[in-house]
C-alpha cells in the first residue's frame, strides 16, 4: 500500500511549512506588497522629510497594532549602528552617537550578540520586515516542538503554537525586538528542561549520551535567552 506523501514529511517540517503559511496569510501586505512595519515610518519626524528608510521603497502597513514608542527612535537606529560594524569587522561595544557616547553591547535591550539579532541588523532594510515575520514562525515551531516532547498530538501542539505566534507579544510587540526575541527562544529553553527531565528517569546503564545532549541545549537555549534582549520577558 502506497503512503500519501503528506505522510511520508516529517511532522516538523509539516508544522514549518504551515507556520509560514499563516504568517503569510496574516501579513500578505509585508509579504507580498511591500509594506513595512519598520516603527519609524509610523513616526515619520526627524531630519528626513520622508522619514527613515523609505528611501527604501517601504511603506508603512496600514495597522495600528504596533508599538512605536522607544523603537522608532533607539532600537531601530542602534540596529542599523550594529549592522554598520560587524561589516566593518568591528564588535558593537561603543556607541559614539548617543550623548557623549555610551556602552552599546552592555546595554541588553541592543541584542547585539543575539545570533538571529546579527543577522537582521547586516541584511538589507528590505528585510527586517520578513525577519520580524520569522520570529513568530520561529516563537510557533518552538512551542509545536515543545508540546510534541510533553507527548500532545499534532493538532493540539500545532494549535498551541498558532496561538502563541500570534498572541499580543508577537503581534502588538512584533517590532520591539528586545521583547520579541526573547519571548521566542523561551520555548527552546523548556524543551532542553524536558529532555534533561527524561533523560534524569532513565537507568544509567541505559543512557548512550541523552543527558548529555540535552544539558548541551540547555546550555545552549540559556545563552541565547540571556543575549535576546530583556532577560525579565522570560520570568512571565
Not at 104 to 126: C, G, H, K, N
Not at 206 to 230: D, E, H, N, W, Y
Request: aromatic share 16%; glycine share 8%; with cysteine.
Amino acid at each position: 500500500m502506497k503512503t500519501p506523501l503528506m505522510d511520508r514529511v516529517p511532522h516538523e517540517l509539516r508544522a514549518l511549512f504551515l507556520y509560514i503559511i499563516l504568517a503569510c496569510f496574516f501579513y500578505p501586505q509585508i509579504v507580498f506588497a511591500g509594506k513595512s512595519l519598520i516603527h519609524t515610518l509610523f513616526q515619520p519626524h526627524g531630519m528626513l522629510a520622508e522619514g527613515a528608510y523609505q528611501q527604501q521603497g517601504r511603506r508603512p502597513a496600514p495597522t495600528f497594532n504596533v508599538d512605536i514608542a522607544t523603537p522608532a527612535y533607539y532600537e531601530f537606529p542602534v540596529n542599523k549602528l550594529t549592522g554598520d560594524l560587524y561589516r566593518r569587522g568591528e564588535l558593537p561595544l561603543w556607541n559614539p552617537y548617543q550623548a557623549a557616547g555610551t556602552p552599546l553591547a552592555a546595554q541588553y535591550s541592543t541584542r547585539v550578540f543575539f545570533p538571529y539579532q546579527i543577522a537582521e541588523d547586516m541584511s538589507p532594510y528590505w528585510l527586517w520586515d520578513y525577519f520580524m515575520l520569522g520570529r513568530l514562525v520561529i516563537a510557533g515551531f518552538l512551542t509545536y516542538l515543545f508540546l510534541k516532547e510533553l507527548g500532545a498530538g499534532f493538532v493540539p501542539a500545532f494549535a498551541a503554537g498558532a496561538l502563541y505566534m500570534f498572541s499580543g507579544t508577537f503581534t502588538w510587540f512584533i517590532n520591539l525586538e528586545q521583547m520579541a526575541n526573547t519571548a521566542m527562544v523561551v520555548h527552546l529553553l523548556m524543551l532542553s528542561v524536558e529532555r534533561i527531565a527524561k533523560a534524569s528517569a532513565i537507568p544509567p546503564m541505559f543512557k548512550v549520551g541523552g543527558m548529555g545532549r540535552a544539558v548541551a541545549l540547555s546550555g545552549l537555549s540559556t545563552g541565547l535567552l540571556l543575549l535576546a534582549g530583556q532577560p525579565e520577558v522570560a520570568l512571565y
